[in-house]
């Protein structure tokens, strides 16, 4: 029999419910719940439990050495994080229709952060604009990080009660419902879900469980002692939680290279195997954010990785930036830019000045690769948060949106680039004072210096103008909007209709490049049941190439246009 879980507060489905807490440092630990205290028994690994008498909806905190503390596993708070828990009963909410879900070579994926997607910046609010996303025909919806953190605004990489969605976004049940009426429309809905660090605020584990966490720390806070089945515990009861108690679709895994269990990330293999065995009645799709650009992950389980290449290549080709991490592509991009439509990605372990990256992935199918042209990260991690638009103009923009749309590898758009938009989306936190919104910005400021931006008159982070500002609707010229939806309408429906039977029909060989001219290649993607073709112009027109005989898409001339695209897609 596998041993209880030493983490959350779960009914047992006879009126009795399960609290239970590691705390190895803690001397004694009690149940304060409705403001009673309760004794909890002492295990042998540190945990501690007791079983009583509990219904939905009950105030709970932890008395742990006469400190009253939230559960770190904690489905749902009233008010901040320091605050009390409360008892959810995840079996409570009503469905009304069933979801199989959806095949992942059917995923065009639209990242939306809650607080900025609408202006009450609530998963009601969002849930009423689903449908004209699903009209543009958008399948999937990634979220950003919901898990509460301190404060009322942010991107969501600070949580640090990682179960409990963030209350100024909603309750458990709004979640829900956002994503039933997500799945009601035929989108799905996957998960940013943050295993690699806690924010710095609010993040209470330290006191009473010293062991959950390292002396190695990540770029974001103290490292997490994955190889403790305490802390594999912890993270596992959540993600099947997410899993199961909002019917999500999969999650995309924030920066896996920092989860680190000694044993070559055997937890997240296993974490992988697990859901595999899972009869959910529909499929669920696992995605990481990994900067090594390492196979081993999506060869055991997972079904993608974010390809940074793409963006970063395309960046520094279009841009001509090459300052912080761009550097890497800065010698040849636009031969970069070949790799990466020839095989996926631009490393994969060969030679470079700054040292090999990558292993090799062309073997992989195109399915493995989520491509965006940006997202929230390389968007945000700009003094000024200018979207790739604002930098290469309306012409490149709308050619490179097509491109994106019409490969054959998974497409995410970040919220408002279905209809061109040119707002920014600046970093944003809401500290609790003033000590800490002057450390926030100068640690802004020294960050983004260090990548080779000027960061002098950078918005203030920690203000809510930088938060108002990051709003992509509703648009500045509704006109230009429209042209552009329209745009992402025609090659969605295209990518719809007859990319999809062809990325479902499987990979037959790697892409076949050829350059015309400094910045235009020929591409043609070869399948079971047919290929695609494309001819596009990056800046320069595609030099003694022919126009592809039979488009389904065009956009330009790329045979005279210094900015252009064909698409051929036989089948």
């Keep these: 029999m596998t041993a209880p879980s030493p983490w959350g507060a779960r009914p047992l489905g006879d009126g009795s419910w399960r609290f239970s807490i590691w705390a190895p440092a803690a001397r004694h630990v009690a149940l ?16 501690w439990s007791c079983r009583i008498p509990a219904r939905p909806g009950m105030a709970y905190l932890f008395r742990i050495d006469g400190r009253d503390l939230p ?38 994926f ?37 898990a509460q953190f301190m404060g009322r605004r942010g991107w969501g990489y600070d949580g640090v009660l990682i179960r409990a969605p963030h209350p ?21 809905v996957l998960l940013d879900l943050v295993m690699n660090h806690f924010g710095p605020l609010g993040n209470f584990l330290p006191g009473y469980a010293p062991d959950f966490f390292t002396d190695r720390p990540t770029p974001w806070g103290d490292g997490i002692a994955f190889h403790r089945p305490e802390v594999q515990a912890f993270f596992r009861d959540a993600a099947l939680g997410w899993l199961r108690e909002y019917r999500l679709d999969g999650f995309r895994l924030d920066a896996v290279h920092e989860i680190r269990d000694g044993q070559d990330q055997r937890f997240l293999r296993g974490l992988a195997a697990e859901i595999r065995t899972l009869d959910l009645g529909r499929p669920v799709h696992l995605i990481c954010e990994d900067e090594r650009n390492l196979t081993h992950l999506r060869e055991a389980g997972f079904d993608a990785e974010w390809n940074d290449d793409w ?89 490179t949106h097509a491109i994106l749309l019409c490969m054959p590898f998974l497409p995410l758009l970040f919220m408002g680039e279905e209809e061109g938009s040119e707002a920014p989306f600046l970093f944003f936190c809401d500290p609790p004072d003033e000590a800490m919104r002057r450390a926030v910005r100068d640690g802004r400021r020294a960050e983004l210096e260090r990548i080779g931006y000027d960061a002098e008159h950078m918005p203030d982070p920690t203000g809510p103008e930088a938060f108002e500002a990051s709003r992509p609707y509703p648009a500045r010229d509704p006109a230009r909007a429209e042209s552009w939806r ?20 499987g990979k037959s060989g790697i892409g076949e490049v050829t350059r015309h001219g400094p ?19 990056l800046g320069t027109p595609a030099t003694g190439a022919a126009s592809l005989p039979a488009c389904a898409f065009r956009l330009g001339d790329p045979t005279r246009d210094a900015f252009g695209l064909e698409v051929e897609i036989t089948a």
């Design 519 to 537: 910045r235009a290649f020929a591409v043609r993607w070869p399948f079971k049941a047919g290929e695609i073709r494309m001819l596009m112009s």
């Design 311 to 399: 963006h970063n290549v395309l960046h520094v080709a279009l841009t001509g930036e090459t300052q912080g991490y761009y550097s890497r592509y800065a010698r040849d991009p636009f031969a970069d830019l070949a790799r990466a439509l020839e095989r996926g990605q631009a490393d994969e372990g060969q030679p470079h000045p700054e040292g090999p990256r990558g292993t090799e992935a062309a073997h992989l199918p195109w399915t493995a690769f989520v491509n965006a042209n940006q997202t929230h990260d390389q968007i945000g991690n700009r003094a000024f948060g200018e979207r790739l638009i604002s930098l290469i103009g309306e012409e490149a923009a709308r050619v």
């Design 168 to 188: 100024a976004y909603g309750t458990p049940d709004e979640l829900r419902a956002f994503v039933a009426e997500a799945q009601g429309h035929g989108m799905m």
């Design 486 to 505: 329209a745009l992402t309408r025609d090659l969605l429906d295209l990518r719809a209709n007859r990319i999809v039977p062809l990325l479902k029909s």
């Design 71 to 108: 559960d770190p596993a904690s489905r749902a708070q009233i008010g901040g994080v320091e605050g009390p828990s409360l008892t959810v009963d995840p079996e409570a909410f009503d469905w009304a229709r069933a979801w199989s879900g959806r095949p992942l070579e059917e995923a065009v």
């Design 110 to 146: 639209f990242e939306l952060h809650v607080g900025t997607f609408t202006r009450e910046g609530t998963f009601a609010a969002a849930a009423r604009r689903l449908p004209d996303l699903a009209a543009l025909g958008v399948t999937a919806i990634q979220l950003m990080p919901v």
């Design 32 to 47: 304060l719940l409705e403001g009673r205290e309760l004794a909890m028994e002492p295990g042998r690994a540190g945990d």
